[in-house]
């Protein structure tokens, strides 16, 4: 499971994954960097009413693609939601928090996108929710409960329907890891833990997190849903026994038994009661 986003594994994923049911665009621009590009996978039939779901990946905030992650939009196609996901600027390219307003740049310009109308779906105010796994809950948790990323994006924490966070680093204080302490220089440090901007305003969360996760502690999960609950905001967390790190991701995978379903099933009945 741990070499599941690695490599030869991602490919074979990827070879396996159906390609009827949706349409993939690749390589929508964002911005003018490289990096600052999104796919987009619609399911047949979609309309101006149908729910957007826009997915930060992870990869220790110096790594991972977009390209990966079919397996992904074929799963929430079949639900019937619109999957973006973008790519964001990595380090050692930039540090935090240019990667956070990379992701509020995407979510800006995704929404507006699909509000326009893009590849023959009809323009529609949808509902609109965020996702992130590992690293890229850490981005997508400062996006919702922290307002001032998407207000400089022209967007707002109050455009989103829901939030979900798969084994996502809220509350990782203090680094020693030096990889991580140049990632997060020190005069931006207490500003990139999620866990201070808990709030009652923020959309409704849904954490989910793996037991034996060994990479990101589990204590971040717990931490952050306290924070949501004591803040008097909507929260819901979700432990998993036997389920590591890429678990909650790895659930996604239809084409193979990979991960818990349950994940999945959580994930989507969730998602389902806000769009």
Not at 70 to 98: D, H, M, S, W
Request: glycine content about 10%; aromatic content about 10%.
């Amino acid at each position: 499971m741990g070499l599941f986003l690695a490599g030869c594994a991602s490919q074979a994923v990827d070879l396996i994954t159906p390609r009827s049911g949706y349409t993939l665009s690749q390589d929508l621009a964002y911005g003018p960097d490289p990096r600052q590009r999104y796919d987009l996978y619609i399911p047949d039939g979609a309309t101006g009413q149908t729910p957007l779901v826009v997915f930060i990946h992870g990869g220790s905030w110096d790594s991972g693609s977009k390209d990966i992650y079919r397996f992904l939009g074929q799963a929430f196609t079949k639900e019937g939601f619109i999957l973006a996901v973008p790519n964001y600027r990595l380090y050692p390219e930039v540090t935090f928090p240019a990667f956070v307003k990379d992701g509020a740049r995407a979510l800006a310009a995704i929404d507006t996108a699909l509000l326009r109308g893009v590849d023959g779906v009809p323009g529609g105010r949808r509902p609109l929710a965020l996702m992130g796994h590992s690293a890229g809950a850490q981005i997508a948790a400062l996006l919702a409960f922290d307002p001032h990323y998407l207000l400089e994006a022209g967007s707002t924490p109050r455009r989103l329907s829901a939030f979900v966070g798969l084994a996502g680093p809220y509350d990782f204080l203090p680094l020693t890891d030096p990889r991580y302490q140049r990632i997060f220089p020190p005069a931006t440090r207490a500003a990139s833990q999620p866990v201070r901007f808990a709030r009652n305003g923020g959309p409704p969360a849904l954490l989910i997190h793996g037991r034996a996760d060994e990479t990101v502690a589990i204590t971040n999960t717990q931490s952050m849903g306290r924070a949501i609950e004591a803040a008097g905001g909507s929260v819901e967390v979700e432990l998993f026994d036997k389920v590591d790190h890429i678990g909650p991701i790895a659930s996604f995978v239809t084409a193979v038994p990979l991960g818990d379903p349950a994940i999945r099933r959580a994930v989507f009945d969730f998602l389902k009661q806000r769009s």
